[in-house]
Structures are given as C-alpha cells and as structure tokens.
C-alpha cells in the first residue's frame, strides 16, 4: 500500500512542482514591468464599449457612471448596452445615463450570443469603431482604461485583454481571498508573461478587439465559457491576445460562498468543456508549428488554480507523511514540503501584492472551509454540471 499511494503522490507532485516553479518564474518576470508613464495623449482609436446586460438595473448605473469618468475624448466612444431578455429597468436606466440601448428578447441565449448580436446592432446603426471594448455591467472601469487600449492599438495589438480586480476586495473574508488570487493571476501570472512577450487570454471583460479582428471572424463563442473559447479560436487562427496590466476593470466579488457558487461552477465547468474541446488541439498545433507561445496557453488552460494547487499540496503533505516512515519515500516527505511552502509562500507574495496586506491576510480565516469548497466546484465542473446559460448572479449591494 506504501508504494502505491507513494506512486500516486509522485504523479500528482511532478506536474505541480512544474506548474509552482512556473508560477514564480513568471512572477519574479512581473517584477519588470514597467506601467507607461501619466501623460496626456490625444485619443486616435475610435472604441465602442459594448455592456452585455441580463438583469443588471442594481449594477448598471456605477458602470455607466465610470464610463462617464473617463480620461478620453467623449467624441472618440460609443456606449452600447444589450438588454438582453432584461424583466427590469436595466435598459430605461442605461438609456436615462446616455448609452445607447438595444434590447434582444428572442435567438440564442447565453453572454456569447448577446456580444455577437450588441456587435451587429452597432454596425447596422453606422457606429464608427476601430474597436470594441466589452465590460460586464457589475464592472467600474479606470479612468485610463480607453488610453491604454488606444496606446496598445497603435502599436499592434489588436486583441487586448485588462487588468481585472474586485471594487468590492474588501467587503468579506471571501472577497479578501478573491482579491488575493486576483492579483497573483493578474498582476503576477499574466504580467509575467506580457514581460516575456508571451500572450495571454481573454478573461470575460476589460476586453478589447480590433475591427479588423472581428471582421476576420465574427463573434464565434457561444459556449458558458465563452472567454476561454474565443481565445483558444484566436490563437489557433494566429491572432495574439496582448495582457495589458495598465487597462484596469473592477468588477462586483460575490459577498461569499453561497452567492459565488453558481457562478463558479459555471466558469469551471465551461472551462473544462473548452479544455475537452480544444486542449489537444493547442497542443499538437504548437508542437507542428514550433510555437511555444500555444503549448503555453494550452498549461494556462490545464492548470488548476490556485486553491486547487494548494489542495494537492496539501493532501501531497498528509499522503506523504503516512508513507515517511518507509525509507525508500522519504524523499516524497521532504518533495511535499517543499511544494506546500513553495505554494504557501506564493499565496503570501500574493498577500503582499495587494494594496492592503492587513486586511488581505485577514481573509486567511475562510481559508479551511474556501479549499474544500473550491475544490468541489472544480469536480462538479470537471463531471459537467453548471454548463447553463448567463444569468445575472447576486454579488450584494453594489455603490458608486
């Protein structure tokens, strides 16, 4: 029994030993970054910034409101809200704060199928657009948000993704946590890789992409995980997804585990379903063209998150140590160990990344109950329950 269960353990720590190194080699590459200097910049790219919306009259207006704020030339972006099969005041809201709003009550449902009809709506009312910007309505955008995206525009990058955090990282114990993971993912993980020229992926909103992509291919993602299928469709075809950590969205953080629930075993189980789709096919494209860049986003679709990890090192330390006692495995003691404080230590960089380590490490309290019950969501993704279609998800009162 010993040499099976060290077996088993060995097989679980080499690929997450692989993925933590990873992990911190990407980190320390995040430490070079460089945010563009604060300057004035005349705008150039004209956007359409695109607000699919089920049901949103709570969040809608702090959205808009944003929007209102920004550091760009009004004359230069379109707002366009889709209610879509909306049952309140969502689009007599987003309608009284200027947007332009065009309700859909029929075709397929689902956030996918709303980006493609909201894209159609804006070209067949002749809104001018270099891009389209798409922001969730629980999202309040950065002042800066347009400028970075045009910046990036003029340079090439024609598909874009943001920085996204919490409005709320403070609210919860759990939002406390989510701000934590949220910053190794964004300011970590994802900046790493935009140091190293490495591309990134859509991540549902703070998106932005070119005319000239959506042209070539339409809006094509209808599954629940519609962000992680058009960018495995994107990358397959050749385009690049550009991780722009000066373009920031914040969106609305569930209050706590019963509200985030649905929503993450949505995520999870569209995730799962593109990797069943589509993993492979990452892989043996980048392998046949030589390039690194796909193989990358194939260990970005594969790898678990950061609380999954966290529960395999740890059931690695308790597995582990049932088996010290053998001499021929001690070494998968000391190997357990290591990943255990090799992911702890990376949860604290994490901690200390946060504008606020204090009340970041008060989220540690949630900690015993948040892993098992993330790591249930990522099994009920994994067997394929919560691949439903959009909803509005409670998240609590939302301010400006």
């Avoid at 970054?33 to 150039?44: D, L, N, W």
């Avoid at 069943?276 to 790898?303: H, P």
Wanted: proline letters at 3%; glycine letters at 8%; hydrophobic letters at 45%.
């Amino acid at each position: 029994m010993n040499t099976v269960l060290a077996i088993l353990l060995i097989l679980i720590l080499i690929p997450l030993s692989a993925l933590l190194l990873y992990q911190w080699f990407l980190a320390v590459a995040s430490f070079f970054f460089r945010s563009p200097a604060a300057s004035a910049r005349t705008a150039k790219s004209h956007f359409v910034i695109l607000i699919p919306a089920h049901d949103e009259e709570v969040g809608i207006g702090s959205s808009l409101e944003s929007i209102g704020r920004l550091n760009y030339s009004s004359t230069h972006y379109h707002v366009v809200v889709v209610a879509d099969r909306c049952t309140d005041d969502t689009a007599t809201i987003a309608r009284k704060m200027g947007a332009q709003c065009f309700e859909r009550s029929d075709g397929q449902s689902g956030k996918g199928a709303a980006l493609a009809w909201g894209i159609q709506q804006a070209r067949n009312a002749n809104i001018p657009f270099d891009a389209v910007v798409i922001v969730d309505a629980d999202t309040v955008v950065d002042r800066n948000l347009l400028s970075a995206f045009d910046e990036k525009l003029e340079s090439g990058h024609e598909v874009q993704q943001g920085y996204n955090y919490l409005s709320n990282p403070w609210s919860t114990p759990f939002t406390r946590i989510i701000a934590v993971t949220s910053t190794l993912r964004n300011g970590r993980y994802y900046t790493g890789k935009t140091v190293l020229g490495i591309p990134g992926m859509l991540t549902g909103t703070g998106m932005c992409i070119s005319a000239e992509v959506l042209n070539r291919h339409g809006w094509t993602a209808f599954s629940v995980g519609e962000d992680w299928e058009f960018s495995v469709q994107l990358l397959l075809a050749g385009d690049s997804i550009y991780f722009n950590p000066a373009a920031r969205a914040f969106a609305r953080e569930s209050q706590g585990l019963k509200q985030a629930s649905r929503q993450r075993l949505r995520w999870a189980s569209g995730r799962y379903a593109i990797m069943g789709e589509k993993l492979w096919a990452l892989i043996s494209t980048g392998v046949r063209n030589r390039s690194y860049s796909l193989v990358d986003e194939a260990v970005t679709l594969l790898a678990p998150n950061y609380s999954s990890q966290a529960s395999l090192a740890l059931l690695c330390l308790v597995g582990s140590w049932l088996v010290a006692s053998d001499p021929l495995w001690t070494f998968v003691w000391y190997w357990s160990i290591g990943a255990f404080i090799t992911i702890a230590g990376y949860f604290v960089l994490g901690v200390l990344s946060t504008e606020a380590p204090g009340k970041a490490l008060a989220g540690l309290a949630l900690v015993p109950i948040f892993l098992p019950w993330r790591m249930t969501i990522e099994l009920l993704g994994m067997m394929g329950y919560g691949r439903r279609h959009w909803g509005r998800m409670s998240r609590g009162k939302v301010s400006s």
